[in-house]
């Protein structure tokens, strides 16, 4: 080999040295920066889900938001209300935790109101009972046959809620943030709380030109009059771009009303010009039909459901809604019309 030949030899050999020792040295910098990016979300995610694990899904789902843990659920619960929507593409939804599950509780009563009530024995394949906690979901899986476990990760839902308090308060948001995901997938749905007993087949009485109907604690007269005192209780939606418009309002409106729960921040924007922008069609059931403790209807030959409203305390509610369902198979062996109306409850309810 000749010097020249040699020499170019060397500067070939020193550039690839070169060359190959500033790819590691951006190797090195790259994987550095992967490190610390990858630490940073590990340190985000951490303060804002301090109790929760992270695996390599929960990572994807930070950069993608579309891990299975997120997509998963939907698939669930769509594949619920199929199941058990009606023919005009609607479910009876319902909500449950660990201290209303308990035998001889809440729940049970609610299930044997549509046992014993007068057409609603056909209904209860269109319920889908929404359980906040696994002990209520293993008692629901026992007792009926269309039970969704809705998982929650910052709110322990599982007791017993007294009125208005932060938990209390947080549950019924994470009920409306339930709501808004099966109007958008399509599904009309009556929304009972479980201490509501059916008696009757409500559905006869649904307004027809109403988007959003809503139950009472006190009606006076007017089914589209915004003085009538709202109650959350129970209520009728129809799935479409104005009810889907009024719900994802009404939630995003906690954020001004942050220590109010559900039904006292409609009581806020059922006003709102936004509203009447949207155009959705609202009403209010007659007590006659949807009633409660609060103004029990006057007709038990016209009442449809009777919810345990205005009354602090499981025990009470539990003890005078056993006197309605007493009432109601007394009623029932009856051969004769019934003329006057007097409920044994609310009693124990009215007790201070």
């Not at 729960?261 to 409609?266: E, P």
Request: charged share 20%; net charge positive; with cysteine.
């Amino acid at each position: 080999m000749n010097s020249s030949s040699s020499s170019s030899f060397s500067s070939r050999r020193k550039f690839l040295d070169t060359g190959f020792s500033i790819g590691q040295k951006e190797i090195i910098r790259i994987l550095i920066l992967f490190l610390v990016l990858t630490a940073s979300c590990l340190f985000l995610y951490k303060s804002a889900y301090p109790l929760q694990r992270l695996s390599f899904n929960n990572l994807t789902s930070l950069l993608t938001s579309q891990s299975p843990e997120t997509i998963k659920p939907n698939i669930a619960l769509r594949k619920i209300l199929e199941n058990a929507a009606n023919e005009n593409n609607t479910v009876i939804i319902t909500t449950l935790n660990q201290a209303w599950a308990e035998p001889k509780s809440i729940f049970d009563l609610f299930l044997e109101s549509f046992r014993i009530g007068q057409g609603t024995q056909k209904l209860l394949k269109h319920v889908v009972v929404v359980c906040l906690d696994p002990k209520a979901f293993e008692r629901c899986s026992k007792a009926h046959s269309n039970c969704y476990y809705l998982e929650t990760t910052s709110t322990d839902f599982s007791g017993d809620k007294a009125y208005n308090t932060p938990d209390y308060v947080n549950m019924m948001w994470r009920r409306i943030e339930l709501l808004i995901q099966v109007l958008e997938m399509g599904f009309n749905f009556i929304f009972t709380d479980t201490d509501v007993m059916w008696l009757r087949d409500p559905f006869p009485r649904l307004y027809p030109d109403g988007d959003f109907q809503m139950a009472c604690d006190k009606y006076f007269g007017n089914p589209t009059s915004f003085d009538n005192w709202a109650n959350g209780g129970f209520v009728y939606v129809r799935s479409n771009n104005r009810s889907i418009e009024f719900y994802k309002f009404w939630y995003k409106s906690r954020q001004n009303y942050s220590w109010l729960h559900d039904q006292d921040v409609f009581n806020r924007i059922k006003n709102d010009p936004f509203i009447s922008k949207i155009g959705v069609r609202i009403r209010f059931f007659d007590t006659v039909y949807i009633c409660g403790f609060c103004e029990p209807s006057k007709d038990i030959n016209l009442v449809c459901t009777m919810h345990g409203n205005c009354c602090l305390g499981l025990e009470k509610k539990i003890h005078d809604l056993n006197l309605i369902l007493d009432d109601w198979r007394k009623y029932m062996s009856l051969s004769k019309h019934v003329q006057n109306t007097t409920w044994s409850a609310p009693l124990r309810c009215l007790e201070k």
